[in-house]
């Protein structure tokens, strides 16, 4: 399955972004989703991951209580509300599937990594 993130775009400090993951094809093989985000210089960090059956999700710290993970299993679609957006957001954000059953906050341990989309905070 290939996944293909959509939805950045240039945001000022406060505002919010809804991020879009589709699948290629069926429907996703994955027994998690998760959103990834990598700033200029920095390596690939975890920024929310959610259980494709249950739908339990699951946050990095920076990001709980302003970004919400949700799911629709009609359209195969994850997606990330991004809320009260700031600088240090700025990042391209990808999307990917791990087939593990328990949840990993690991890059590692996900695949299927499509091109990310790129969001930038304005300060």
């Known amino acids: 399955v290939q996944l293909q993130a959509s939805g950045g775009g240039l945001e000022p400090a406060g505002g919010s972004l809804t991020l879009s993951c589709a699948a290629s094809?069926?429907?996703?093989?994955?027994?998690?989703v998760g959103w990834f985000r990598q700033a200029p210089g920095k390596e690939r960090e975890f920024v929310a991951t959610?259980?494709?059956?249950?739908?339990?999700?699951y946050y990095a710290d920076s990001v709980k209580g302003r970004f919400t993970i949700s799911k629709d299993m009609i359209k195969n679609t994850v997606y990330l509300q991004m809320d009260s957006l700031k600088a240090e957001d700025t990042a391209v954000y990808y999307c990917?599937?791990?087939?593990?059953?328990?949840?990993?906050?690991?890059?590692?341990?996900?695949?299927?990594w499509g091109q990310g989309t790129l969001v930038t905070v304005s300060s």
């Open positions: 959610i259980r494709w059956g249950l739908g339990r999700s």
């Open positions: 990917a599937c791990s087939s593990v059953s328990w949840v990993s906050l690991d890059p590692g341990r996900y695949g299927s």
């Open positions: 094809g069926r429907t996703f093989p994955c027994a998690y």
